[in-house]
């Protein structure tokens, strides 16, 4: 499996960005695809997640401004940001898990200014 990210940039407080990810090799319905992200000097931390089903859990820090999307046969997975804040600010990775391997794309940047 492979992830490639694209959508990142600089957006003011308030703006808006579209993350997506395009997925390469199969994608079995029991995998789990989210977006992670990683501020400096803190640990990576799962921003949202989308099941197979189309059932969604977001952290609470974005709940309300955030809406994860896939696409047909798993082969994107979205992530609108809307009313971005400073704290957004980070790296966002796409992410698969699946039983048998834990997959990841190496990162799009996101900086959100006051």
């Known amino acids: 499996v492979q992830l490639v990210e694209s959508g990142g940039g600089s957006v003011q407080a308030g703006g808006s960005l579209k993350l997506s990810c395009a997925t390469s090799?199969?994608?079995?319905?029991?995998?789990?695809m989210g977006w992670y992200r990683q501020a400096p000097g803190k640990e990576r931390e799962l921003v949202s997640r989308?099941?197979?089903?189309?059932?969604?859990t977001y952290v609470d820090l974005v709940k309300g401004r955030f809406t994860i999307s896939q696409g047909n046969d798993r082969n994107t997975v979205s992530l609108q940001m809307n009313n971005l804040k400073t704290e957004d600010t980070a790296v966002y990775y796409c992410?698969?898990?699946?039983?048998?391997?834990?997959?990841w794309g190496r990162g799009t940047q996101v900086t959100v200014s006051s």
């Open positions: 989308i099941m197979s089903d189309g059932t969604t």
């Open positions: 992410n698969v898990e699946c039983g048998w391997g834990n997959y």
């Open positions: 090799g199969y994608i079995s319905p029991t995998c789990k």
